[in-house]
């Protein structure tokens, strides 16, 4: 029999049980025996069935899919997080789909009310930089969200957040353990780096701060750096808004004929595979973006499964790894 042509009658017949017997076996539910169950799974497979998650989906509410909505897709930071979700809800039997939404708020509301439509069961999103009200007023709907490291924390939105701040803290006190004393942050033009902008300062204060905001990628890291060097020629350190960031300004450096660590030190954020392979060494701060998105899949998973549980807040701490460059 072809694949597409097998239907649920055609397993009940061919195990002589009813077709409800069969919902229950395809659906998880209780009420049959160990030995049925098997023989409903045998004759599946030598079928072919595959059930209609349309229709079952109309019974169970689910759809048995989410959501992971990034910002930038391009950003290295993404993947390790994106595979650490998907193999989280894998494993809950969920199917994973992907958006993004350019890091713009109007894309962002573009793009949740379109999975909205869709019926996901829930959204895992890197709120775009602006108010998180919008994302709100879609939860007091009934849309399941975790936002993760959101701008601003919303208690009615769970989220779960890394410990941003204490990560950027000692960044920079390591930096000024290792006899730095005038150190640079090369900064996100965004409000996303409020946090690191916390934590640095709270290390070098009552210096006066010397930060320079440009774009979060290998172009802007290079602006950034050389805009520091003009500005500051005496630098001995530079902490990096992202590895991205810090690895274009340890380009930067070479070119100006500055020596890391020797001259100047330099320190990220993220610890994206490739900071560990370059030369030399990235010293940054690492997150752990595949727990991450672990953690945001259980969370969804646990509000999705009990919607009177209300909304959680979450911190994920920040760990530094301590390489080369520094």
Same mark, same amino acid.
């Given at each position: 029999?072809?694949?597409?042509?097998?239907?649920?009658?055609?397993?009940?017949?061919?195990?002589?049980?009813? !077709?409800?017997?069969?919902?229950? *076996?395809? =659906?998880?539910?209780?009420? %049959?025996?160990?030995?049925?169950? &098997?023989?409903?799974?045998?004759?599946?497979?030598?079928?072919?069935?595959?059930? =209609?998650?349309?229709?079952?989906?109309?019974?169970?509410?689910?759809?048995? !899919?989410?959501?992971?909505?990034?910002?930038?897709?391009?950003?290295?930071?993404?993947?390790? @997080? &994106?595979?650490?979700?998907?193999?989280?809800?894998?494993?809950?039997? @969920?199917?994973?789909?992907?958006?993004?939404?350019?890091?713009?708020?109007?894309? #962002?509301? #573009?793009?949740?009310?379109?999975?909205?439509?869709?019926?996901?069961?829930?959204?895992?999103? %890197?709120?775009?930089?602006? /108010?998180?009200?919008?994302?709100r007023r879609m939860v007091d709907e009934g849309l399941n969200v975790v936002a993760i490291n959101p701008g601003e924390i919303d208690m009615a939105v769970s989220s779960i957040s890394s410990n941003i701040t204490a990560g950027a803290r000692a960044a920079v006190e390591h930096l000024r353990?290792?006899?730095?004393?005038?150190?640079? %942050?090369?900064?996100?033009?965004?409000?996303?780096?409020?946090?690191?902008?916390?934590?640095?300062?709270?290390?070098?204060?009552?210096?006066?701060?010397?930060?320079?905001?440009?774009?979060? !990628?290998?172009?802007?890291?290079?602006?950034?750096?050389?805009?520091?060097?003009?500005?500051?020629?005496? *630098?001995?350190?530079? %902490?990096?808004? =992202?590895?991205?960031?810090?690895?274009?300004?340890?380009? &930067?450096?070479?070119?100006?004929?500055?020596?890391? /660590?020797?001259?100047?030190? *330099?320190?990220?954020?993220?610890?994206?595979?490739?900071?560990?392979?370059?030369?030399?060494?990235? !010293?940054?701060?690492?997150?752990? #973006?595949?727990?991450?998105?672990?953690?945001?899949?259980?969370?969804? *998973?646990?509000?999705?499964?009990?919607?009177?549980?209300?909304?959680?807040?979450?911190?994920?701490?920040?760990?530094?790894?301590?390489?080369?460059?520094?």
């Amino acid at each position: 029999m072809n694949r597409t042509e097998a239907t649920l009658h055609d397993v009940a017949a061919k195990v002589g049980v009813s !077709t409800r017997t069969v919902s229950r *076996v395809v =659906n998880g539910e209780d009420g %049959f025996s160990a030995a049925t169950e &098997a023989r409903v799974r045998s004759a599946i497979a030598e079928l072919g069935y595959r059930p =209609n998650l349309l229709a079952r989906g109309l019974v169970t509410k689910r759809s048995m !899919t989410i959501a992971l909505v990034g910002g930038n897709m391009t950003d290295p930071y993404f993947p390790e @997080l &994106a595979e650490g979700a998907h193999q989280a809800a894998a494993q809950a039997g @969920l199917t994973t789909v992907f958006a993004a939404t350019g890091c713009d708020l109007d894309r #962002q509301h #573009q793009v949740l009310e379109s999975l909205r439509s869709r019926a996901v069961d829930g959204i895992i999103l %890197f709120p775009a930089d602006g /108010p998180i009200e919008p994302v709100r007023r879609m939860v007091d709907e009934g849309l399941n969200v975790v936002a993760i490291n959101p701008g601003e924390i919303d208690m009615a939105v769970s989220s779960i957040s890394s410990n941003i701040t204490a990560g950027a803290r000692a960044a920079v006190e390591h930096l000024r353990s290792r006899g730095r004393q005038r150190i640079a %942050f090369l900064s996100n033009i965004s409000r996303y780096s409020k946090r690191r902008e916390t934590g640095y300062r709270a290390v070098i204060k009552p210096e006066a701060p010397r930060i320079v905001k440009a774009d979060p !990628t290998a172009e802007g890291g290079l602006t950034g750096t050389r805009e520091i060097l003009t500005r500051w020629p005496d *630098v001995d350190g530079i %902490f990096a808004y =992202n590895d991205v960031m810090a690895v274009a300004a340890l380009h &930067a450096l070479d070119t100006a004929g500055r020596r890391v /660590p020797e001259d100047v030190a *330099v320190v990220g954020f993220d610890n994206i595979g490739l900071s560990a392979h370059l030369k030399p060494p990235l !010293t940054t701060v690492d997150l752990d #973006q595949m727990t991450l998105g672990r953690l945001a899949v259980e969370l969804l *998973v646990e509000a999705i499964d009990d919607p009177d549980a209300g909304p959680r807040q979450v911190t994920h701490p920040a760990r530094l790894e301590i390489r080369s460059s520094s």
